[in-house]
């Protein structure tokens, strides 16, 4: 949305009343007056005035009956004042009923903008015993037009009292009809008094509500102390529409204001807000118990969907920053040990941020907080950010070097959103990825500068830019800046486009800006809109400034985030002997040459699907170190270079959101200098050759035996990026060949790429944090393509843990306990299952729950996928991680999609149709099919039925499936053979 706009219905109507009748006047001119003197009969005149009069007349009637009234958008039909931009769906006729039986007077899932909340005071009483909840909240407001009405925001809250104040003079108005529309989650208040424009007014709302289960507004949460009592908590996640389900408020990220609290608990208990505690008041017994009331210093301005609360009974660990910040981490009290390594990165990251943007944080102190039953990774509330457990604790004994990763990326990425998201805020969720694509890419920047020797920027290419492409590479994609309007199409775009797509964007833009220029252009952003509102174009504008114009940002980069989809670059040499090279661009999609696949319609692009490209590349006649760059401005372009070059290497280190394809001869040589040294090419190139190889053969573009000669150089590699890229890619291909010709011969070819390597890397737990997530994937994969050596070493291991209690280190343990559950029966699951249920260390219960799902017996799965039943055996937000490792596992892959079927009803009222994780769990069971059969079922099965905000999840799965299908149809026959050929049997 560029601007926000106000309800003039009437004087758009009037101003275009006056304009119509002055261009006509001046028509009219033309032909009745002549040198200046009218000429008009009487009788003319008189017919004249009477048509004038009668037209007069009846608009007035039309606009007396059939007008909209209190400037209300009529029924069913989009309001006037508001446009495309301001989320109004033009194709929304359903007429809106309110809970009485009457129609409700506001047709619009957006709210007006000519009331404005200033502040909030939110008094709250959660039982965690009886989960009933009461609250008053205080809205002090400013209307911006006068008003007889006020719609607001409300989702299971029952109001027993209202009252609307002049702030002016004290005065009560009376509140006339109050209508409640459910869908809409909102509430008209009609009024006896006229608000008059620019003044001030507050609205007090009593409620009550219950504590909910589901995982999202101000819920229950529960835990197991280490003695095995069950503890309570209650804790609140708003975003994106969930606030209005904990108290009435204006639910929008535009309506900031300023937000003070008071919290009702048990003396028992503590309670957290996202500023400091201003004072704590004993109000005595309540109900039979001893309540205090703790109130809280007023916030900065702020959207709801950041405001957050918590009562428990945590301990808490603190430090300061350089600048007097206090830093603390909240957890149960047993667990705090654990919480010693996210405090002191929070505390350096906080630091580097506030140099890094030159803003400084605005808060007092920045609270975190392990919450048990948490949906999300985490949610970045300004002062007071919750966390999975999982996100958040770490133990240096228990924990591997995977989970110690994630958990400083989780704590960088939620404290850059405390600048990006909470300083200055999207305007309406079509931005969202202003919020994400930047946390997500300010994480790796953040750890980079704590954790030097973590080589972050090599693991970005494989966690965000490849995740990306490869989402954005079906025809089901969306924009990054993607127009949305309900609470269900909102949830929905919580995902790889607006995480991974806007971090590898910006990843790029830092590339050709330069990260002067970019840190500059950033501080200038935060400082120009703080406390406020910003849109994509804002943030362009600012860095176009930033390079004394001579780069257009926006034109660059609106090319990136208005149209779905990026570029296919094709690079081929005029002829073997010259230095010219044509590069061409083209929108990659990979079912293109798929037949008969069910495609939604593609959107028309503003931009035809061109794309600004920085095209950089190197030779074998330079370096990686030495790189040129050639534009293309939404254009094929031609450049120049050494005519004795054999090969070049495009889009350096995947630095540039696009892929790349060359002519065959080029593909050949690049793959005769990785066979000959592949260390001329950089970890990340290498991974993005291996990476685009792939996914051109997935396409039909490349022949299928591209991508299986390269990987011939992998027995010589012994860097982390690339391996992890060809793993995932090879682990893809052994699962859509589970049922074909080639499938045995493909795993003999993978034990033949991963035997030097697994018996190089050994055993011992030593080396860089590289060298350990590279020997934990090395021999993980090993025993999923049963590697004899390995297999044997990994149950040797496993039976010293499980009978002589033998420590297994952190980074072994997935290896050790995959292969003693993959090979073992009843004994060693339940062994495993038993560990899960008593072990405090939240990483290994996350490692457990995994590898759980690895087992080859099928009443084993079949008992495991039934735990998810039931929430005090399985939590909610695992329930996906449990459903989606039977499914990758190839003896469960068919049990996991009967349960999905089977318990469709019962996932539905666990999550909701409004919840991403719906959508979560069909890609998990249903992304890896690979035949027709499994095609006609699923979508048999989902085609009755609404999905809610997993509908473009669906759509993906779909996709994919085809996309299996035809691909293994294809390339069965060309692998077998090439397998055949080359014969990798022991």
Not at 244 to 268: N, T
Not at 790 to 801: D, L
Not at 852 to 862: E, F, H, K, Y
């Amino acid at each position: 949305m560029d601007h926000d706009v106000d309800d003039v219905a009437f004087l758009t109507s009037a101003n275009h009343y006056r304009t119509s009748g002055s261009q006509s006047g001046i028509h009219k001119r033309s032909l009745y007056e002549h040198g200046g003197v009218a000429i008009c009969s009487q009788r003319k005149a008189l017919i004249i005035a009477s048509i004038f009069l009668g037209v007069l007349f009846l608009t007035a009637i039309i606009i007396a009956y059939f007008g909209p009234q209190n400037d209300c958008p009529c029924i069913g039909m989009k309001p006037m004042f508001l446009t495309e931009e301001n989320g109004v769906d033009a194709s929304r006729t359903v007429i809106p009923i309110a809970t009485n039986g009457e129609v409700f007077p506001w047709n619009n899932l957006r709210l007006p903008t000519f009331v404005r909340p200033e502040r909030y005071h939110i008094n709250i009483h959660p039982n965690l015993t009886t989960l009933e909840v009461k609250g008053q909240t205080s809205i002090d407001f400013r209307v911006e037009k006068s008003t007889d009405y006020i719609v607001f925001h409300s989702k299971n809250l029952t109001i027993t009292e209202k009252i609307l104040i002049n702030r002016k003079n004290n005065e009560k108005i009376e509140i006339n009809k109050m209508l409640e529309y459910s869908a809409g989650q909102q509430i008209f208040m009609e009024l006896d008094d006229e608000l008059q424009k620019e003044e001030n007014y507050t609205l007090v709302i009593k409620y009550t509500t219950r504590l909910g289960r589901e995982l999202e507004g101000f819920y229950l949460s529960s835990y197991i102390t280490r003695s095995g009592e069950k503890k309570y908590l209650a804790t609140t996640h708003f975003e994106p529409t969930y606030a209005r389900s904990a108290f009435p408020c204006f639910d929008e990220p535009q309506f900031k204001a300023r937000f003070k609290m008071s919290i009702l608990r048990d003396r028992f208990h503590i309670s957290l807000f996202n500023m400091p505690i201003r004072s704590t008041d004993d109000i005595g017994f309540y109900m039979g118990t001893g309540l205090v009331r703790d109130d809280f210093y007023e916030s900065v301005e702020m959207s709801t969907y950041l405001v957050a609360f918590v009562v428990c009974d945590y301990n808490h660990t603190d430090t300061k920053t350089s600048k007097n910040i206090t830093v603390s981490v909240y957890a149960p009290t047993d667990l705090l040990p654990q919480a010693s390594f996210a405090l002191s990165t929070a505390t350096k990251i906080l630091e580097h941020y506030e140099d890094f943007f030159g803003v400084p944080y605005p808060l007092p102190k920045q609270d975190l907080i392990a919450i048990p039953d948490f949906g999300a990774g985490a949610m970045e509330n300004w002062g007071l950010i919750t966390y999975r457990e999982t996100s958040i604790l770490y133990d240096a004994e228990e924990t591997s070097v995977a989970a110690h990763q994630w958990v400083a990326v989780v704590v960088a990425h939620e404290l850059a959103h405390q600048w990006f998201g909470n300083l200055v805020t999207m305007r309406w969720w079509n931005d969202l990825w202003l919020n994400e694509g930047f946390a997500s890419f300010l994480e790796y920047l953040g750890v980079d500068h704590v954790m030097p020797g973590w080589s972050m920027m090599d693991q970005f290419i494989l966690d965000k830019t490849q995740q990306g492409l490869h989402l954005d590479a079906l025809s089901t994609s969306h924009p990054i800046s993607v127009t949305v309007y309900d609470p269900v199409e909102i949830e929905a775009i919580f995902d790889s486009i607006s995480y991974s797509k806007g971090a590898a964007i910006l990843y790029m833009l830092e590339k050709f800006l330069s990260q002067d220029i970019l840190r500059r252009g950033l501080n200038d952003y935060l400082n120009t809109h703080k406390y406020g509102n910003a849109d994509t174009k804002d943030l362009w504008t600012v860095l176009s400034k930033h390079t004394n114009q001579t780069l257009d940002v926006k034109s660059i980069m609106d090319t990136w985030t208005r149209q779905m989809g990026f570029p296919l670059v094709t690079i081929k040499r005029e002829n073997a002997t010259s230095g010219t090279f044509y590069a061409t661009q083209n929108r990659f999609l990979l079912t293109a040459n798929v037949p008969n696949i069910t495609i939604i319609r593609q959107p028309s692009s503003p931009f035809k699907y061109k794309w600004y490209i920085p095209l950089n590349y190197y030779s074998d006649r330079s370096n990686y170190q030495k790189v040129d760059t050639v534009w293309m401005n939404m254009t094929n372009v031609t450049f120049e270079v050494d005519p004795k070059v054999i090969w070049i290497k495009a889009n350096v280190n995947q630095s540039g959101y696009f892929r790349v394809n060359y002519s065959v001869e080029l593909w050949d040589a690049i793959i005769i200098q990785l066979q000959k040294d592949h260390k001329v090419f950089s970890p990340a190139d290498r991974a993005s050759l291996l990476d685009d190889a792939f996914t051109l053969s997935r396409a039909g573009v490349v022949n299928v035996t591209l991508p299986l000669r390269m990987c011939m150089y992998l027995r010589k590699e012994r860097d982390y990026v690339p391996w992890a890229t060809a793993l995932e890619h090879l682990q893809n291909w052994s699962k859509f060949l589970g049922e074909a010709s080639p499938y045995r011969m493909f795993q003999e070819f993978m034990k033949h790429l991963l035997e030097p390597i697994a018996n190089e890397i050994g055993w011992e737990d030593s080396g860089t944090h590289l060298q350990k997530l590279l020997r934990s994937d090395i021999l993980a994969s090993a025993i999923l393509c049963e590697v004899e050596p390995v297999t044997t070493e990994a149950r040797n291991k496993f039976h010293k843990w499980m009978h002589e209690g033998a420590r297994i280190s952190p980074n072994l343990r997935e290896v050790v306990y995959t292969a003693g559950i993959k090979y073992g029966g009843v004994k060693e699951w339940l062994y495993c299952w038993a560990r899960y249920n008593s072990t405090r260390i939240p990483s290994e219960r996350k490692l457990l729950l995994k590898v759980l799902g690895a087992a080859s017996d099928p009443w084993i799965l079949q008992r495991y996928l039934l735990s998810t039943l039931n929430r005090d055996i399985i939590k909610p937000q695992d329930v996906k991680t449990v459903l989606g490792v039977v499914a990758a596992n190839p003896d469960g892959q068919l049990q996991a999609w009967r349960h999905l079927k089977a318990r469709w009803g019962t996932l539905q009222s666990l999550f909701g149709n409004g919840t991403f994780t719906m959508g979560g769990l069909i890609t998990a069971v249903t992304s890896h099919f690979a035949s027709e059969y499994d095609f006609k079922e699923v979508s048999d099965f989902f085609r009755p039925m609404d999905v809610g905000s997993g509908t473009r999840a669906l759509q993906q799965s779909m996709e994919m499936i085809q996309l299996n299908v035809h691909w293994v149809k294809e390339n069965e026959e060309s692998i077998f053979n090439w397998l055949a050929k080359n014969s990798f049997s022991q």
